[in-house]
Nanobody
């Protein structure tokens, strides 16, 4: 059974950086497409970035050039490096395993996805 746990959230000032980690268990991360989603208060959950088993990546337009997704298969871990953070990046960030990693974030979710519990990222001065 796929299981993922996020870590690395917290409080940061606008313009700052933060790295989120997502550790997988119960599966070999190499073979799965992984993604980060986020949900801000009062808003729907949205796809932020995904990475497929070959290392190909996609990003939602609002984070392109600022966020970088990567994976360390030896550690069964996916990372989200977030730079130049903005107040509007404030949200609960969720890691997901077994997504459909294609260009349109609206199609990343499928019935077999495994979600983490989420980690809060707050960008505030």
């Amino acid at each position: 059974q796929l299981h993922v746990v996020e870590s690395g959230g917290g409080l940061v000032q606008p313009g700052g950086s933060m790295r989120l980690s997502c550790v997988g268990s119960g599966f070999t991360l190499d073979y799965y497409a992984m993604a980060w989603f986020r949900q801000a208060p009062g808003k729907e959950r949205e796809g932020v970035s995904c990475i497929n088993s070959r290392g190909g990546t996609h990003y939602v337009d609002s984070v392109k050039g600022r966020f970088t997704i990567s994976r360390d298969n030896a550690k069964n871990t996916v990372y989200l490096q977030m730079n130049s953070l903005k107040v509007e990046d404030t949200a609960v960030y969720y890691c997901a395993a077994n997504v459909e990693c294609i260009a349109d974030p609206g199609y990343w979710i499928n019935a077999d996805i495994a979600w983490g519990q989420g980690t809060q990222v707050t960008v505030t001065s």
